[in-house]
């Protein structure tokens, strides 16, 4: 699959608790945030995003943080389901002029167990 | 509505060869954009169009990478002459506005043997 050699740090959790995916980002000129989920053989797929003037978000079942001060956004699953179990990814969304790029995380693995 | 396809989903070619892969955006997208991931490595950016224009390739390895978008509508990625480290996997993503979400492809896996 595609996280072969890849060494993700891995969350495991029971179905139905709440899970926490934290990630550290470094340019605090990022305009806005994105967390991504990815399946494997998918590409990854829009979760949630957060502007850089706000500091939290909540979508369905899912919440966004963002600290600013120490440059850490999270996202918190409630009441995880198996489905939930993917790669998750933080991004930085930079606005530069006419151009856009997102910088990704390095990943986390989220494993659910039934 | 169809999402972001690309073309081949997996591609094995040796050293020295040429390689092309395609992104078909969302319908009526006007960015695109090249990221990849190579292995062990967090998804990189390459560079993003808006309709046939680059507007920023600053992600693009090296000169052997060419991306091209005539038309506005599709996309190509060209990799002549293909070296090892360029194996990962390539995804291609699309959005209609700047700061709007980016819908990613499939992503097509290289393998450079």
């Known amino acids: 699959g595609e996280s072969v050699g890849l060494h993700l740090p891995t969350l495991s959790v029971q179905e139905g608790d709440n899970s926490i995916i934290n990630c550290a980002y470094s340019?605090?000129?990022?305009?806005?945030f994105i967390w991504y989920k990815q399946e494997s053989g998918k590409g990854p797929q829009f979760i949630i995003d957060i502007r850089s003037n706000m500091d939290k978000r909540q979508g369905q079942r899912v919440t966004v943080l963002l600290n600013k001060t120490v440059k850490h956004l999270s996202l918190q699953i409630a009441a995880t389901q198996p489905g939930d179990s993917a790669v998750y990814f933080c991004a930085e969304g930079l606005l530069q002029g006419g151009s856009e790029k997102l910088v990704f995380g390095k990943g986390m693995k989220l494993t659910v167990n039934p | 509505e169809a999402g972001v396809t690309q073309f081949p989903s997996h591609s094995v070619i040796e050293k020295g060869q040429t390689v092309t892969l395609r992104c078909d955006p969302i319908?009526?997208?006007?960015?695109l954009y090249w990221y990849r991931r190579v292995m062990g490595k967090e998804i990189k950016f390459l560079l993003h169009f808006v309709k046939e224009s680059k507007q920023d390739e600053s992600g693009m390895p090296n000169n052997r990478f060419l991306a091209e978008r005539t038309g506005g509508t599709y996309s190509t990625l060209k990799v002549q002459p293909a070296e090892l480290e360029d194996s990962g996997v390539y995804f291609c993503?699309?959005?209609?506005?700047?700061?709007?979400?980016?819908?990613f492809g499939p992503g097509t896996r290289l393998t450079v043997l």
């Open positions: 319908s009526g997208h006007d960015n």
């Open positions: 340019n605090s000129a990022s305009d806005y």
């Open positions: 993503a699309s959005s209609p506005d700047r700061g709007n979400e980016q819908f």
